[in-house]
């Protein structure tokens, strides 16, 4: 499959702590996205990050992307209890195909 | 207005039924997908109009069936459908194909 991989499947933390989320594909692509879900409810799309660029910042979010390891990661800092939530990422790759990852489960205990 | 709206929230259909989904964003969006997501998994992409035009079908049974009367609209017809094919159908739009996507509420389907 060509579904990205996250890893921790689930993560659990302090509120104020940081929150570290891992996205690794398998095929080239030409940007990659970043999604939060709240419980059975529709996506929100957080940051999206083309294949040229290395970082990018948005609020308290940081993403990294490095296409020779073909990996993100997503860094949530100073986290909140309203940040718990499902965390998704989601690959455009050439071809014309479009996967979303696994998802990291994170809750933030006040 | 960036919103993405869905109806119905929730359907419930037999399998000899015959329904629509309806979605609609008036954010001048150029693409609108179709999205089937199972409990605890990922959204798993189901089609693609960019344009109008149906750009990407992932191989998905015919007994789903999209239209795209406009720019603004999306529908998924269903058709004889199977207790497996019970889920959240999300859908979902964005300025260009394939970028960042703005996704409506979803609609609970159950199929007895």
């Known amino acids: 499959s060509q579904q990205g991989e996250e890893d921790p499947q689930a993560l659990s933390i302090q509120e104020g702590e940081n929150a570290t989320m891992n996205c690794s594909y398998k095929t080239s692509i030409n940007n990659l996205q970043w999604y939060r879900q709240n419980s059975g409810r529709g996506l929100v799309h957080l940051i999206l990050?083309?294949?040229?660029?290395r970082e990018k910042h948005s609020g308290r979010l940081r993403v990294t992307l490095d296409t020779s390891k073909k990996s993100s990661s997503l860094l949530i800092t100073a986290s909140r209890a309203a940040d718990t939530a499902s965390y998704f990422c989601?690959?455009?790759?050439?071809?014309?195909?479009?996967?979303f990852g696994t998802g990291t489960s994170l809750t933030v205990i006040p | 207005d960036t919103e993405v709206t869905q109806t119905p929230k929730h359907l419930v259909m037999g399998m000899t039924n015959k329904k629509s989904l309806k979605c609609e964003q008036h954010?001048?969006?150029?693409?609108m997908y179709w999205y089937k997501q199972k409990a605890k998994k990922p959204p798993e992409l189901m089609f693609v109009y960019s344009y109008e035009k149906l750009s990407i079908n992932e191989s998905v049974p015919s007994r789903f069936s999209p239209e795209c009367p406009n720019s603004s609209l999306l529908n998924l017809h269903l058709h004889a459908l199977q207790p497996e094919d019970s889920a959240l159908y999300l859908c979902?739009?964005?300025?260009?194909?394939?970028?960042?996507?703005?996704f409506g509420p979803g609609t609970r389907l159950t199929v007895t």
């Open positions: 979902a739009s964005s300025g260009d194909h394939l970028d960042e996507q703005y």
């Open positions: 954010m001048g969006h150029r693409a």
């Open positions: 989601a690959t455009d790759h050439t071809g014309n195909q479009f996967y």
């Open positions: 990050i083309r294949s040229n660029e």
